[in-house]
């Protein structure tokens, strides 16, 4: 191996994710190390990947683990990294991170209350309540994306899956931001603090409205996850307070930057919002390729169980052994020249867009990917053929994020 390629891979300037400039955008530094060190390796226990190629087969493969506190080597030497071992020992997990068995029993409990028909069935609540929105807007000739439409519609729709209260949701917003400050390669020990703090107002909250639906059962996603059986299994109380948290969270704040990111990528994309305006064949395939150019989710984690290997820019191996940790990032791969040509420009009609990772891929695949979509699709035709001179007022603002990367205002008008 020669010196400069040595030293490339010893080198923290490809991946810098305290710089607020690779915050504010990623996706230079990913095309760099894409083309210059794709199976970039950050120190002895972290290598990230970022070709499509890699990034897919990591994260389907079965021979890497989701959950990295019981396989990862690296020394808890920090604060934030021994408090997360700490919290992982004590029980603190989701499915998220969990791996089979584990996750697939839960995962085909709980697959039971999103089918496609029980998604559908919001559609008409779906279009109503963006209605209703924009309905407000014409009348104020323009409004804020974020506050007035992105964040309610999805959280609306979870409380309503949930059949929860939605008198709350300002102090809901504030816990999914605090919880997932806790995701992000930056997060201190003052974030991990916070979020255990509005775990500890959440779970109260939560614990209340799953002890009325066991006297009181509906037709709602807790009523069914109650009742939920698979080979005489089911969820003990834990486990379906974690996945209650993961759903009244992950169920809307991931499609708030959806929906902004993507209204904003339209915005400076006017002549494929033009064709989607004009188009509705694109209805059921524009959202896939808003997916692939800037998706909300720009990375995740694996655990190899045992030795793989990956190749560098050169062709040459790229070790990764157990007791390591890959990051996958998705951003990179969903820009990848190999797998979407000219992967800068936002082409609706990509033929191919719906190869994206934004929803990660193999049994980790977002559970919600179905309902994502179908809101991001009825947010954003509503409201680009209900304004067809929508236009941008100011700079967007965006979120200091890594890992979910989202617009934090957008400001309209008409």
């Not at 059962?217 to 996945?243: I, K, N, T, Y």
Request: hydrophobic share 40%; proline share 7%; net charge negative.
């Amino acid at each position: 191996m020669t010196e400069e390629r040595s030293a490339r891979r010893g080198s923290t300037e490809l991946w810098r994710p305290a710089d607020p400039a690779f915050r504010a955008d990623p996706y230079p530094f990913y095309e760099r190390l894409r083309s210059t060190d794709p199976a970039h390796r950050l120190d002895e226990y972290t290598v990230v990947v970022t070709r499509h190629a890699d990034v897919s087969s990591t994260l389907r493969g079965p021979d890497f683990a989701r959950d990295i506190e019981r396989h990862s080597a690296a020394p808890a030497i920090d604060p934030v990294s021994v408090r997360r071992k700490e919290r992982a020992s004590n029980g603190g997990r989701s499915i998220l991170n969990l791996d089979p068995p584990d996750h697939t029993r839960l995962r085909r409990l709980v697959t039971q209350a999103f089918t496609p028909r029980a998604v559908e069935r919001l559609r008409a609540i779906t279009e109503r309540m963006v209605d209703e929105v924009l309905d407000r807007a014409a009348a104020d000739g323009g409004f804020e994306l974020i506050d007035d439409l992105a964040f309610p519609i999805p959280f609306r729709v979870i409380s309503e899956m949930l059949d929860m209260p939605t008198d709350r949701s300002d102090e809901l917003r504030d816990w999914s931001q605090i919880l997932t400050a806790t995701l992000e390669p930056t997060a201190t020990l003052a974030d991990l603090d916070a979020a255990e703090a509005a775990i500890g107002e959440l779970i109260p909250f939560l614990d209340g409205v799953i002890t009325d639906r066991r006297r009181n059962p509906g037709e709602d996603v807790v009523s069914a996850l109650l009742a939920a059986e698979a080979e005489g299994d089911r969820l003990d109380m834990a486990e379906l307070m974690a996945f209650v948290v993961l759903l009244y969270v992950a169920g809307h704040e991931t499609t708030v930057n959806l929906i902004g990111n993507g209204v904003l990528a339209l915005l400076h994309h006017p002549d494929q919002l033009a064709a989607w305006r004009d188009d509705p064949a694109l209805d059921s395939v524009a959202v896939d390729e808003l997916l692939r150019y800037d998706g909300p989710v720009q990375q995740t984690v694996r655990a190899p169980l045992q030795t793989v290997s990956y190749r560098d820019a050169e062709g040459e191996a790229v070790e990764v052994h157990h007791g390591e940790v890959v990051i996958t990032c998705l951003g990179a791969a969903n820009r990848d020249p190999e797998m979407f040509p000219e992967p800068d420009r936002l082409i609706l009609g990509r033929p191919n867009a719906n190869r994206h990772l934004a929803f990660s891929s193999g049994a980790h695949y977002c559970l919600g990917a179905s309902l994502a979509r179908m809101e991001a699709e009825i947010a954003i035709t509503r409201l680009i053929r209900r304004f067809p001179d929508l236009r941008l007022v100011g700079e967007p603002r965006w979120r200091d994020r890594l890992t979910i990367r989202g617009v934090d205002r957008l400001q309209l008008a008409f």
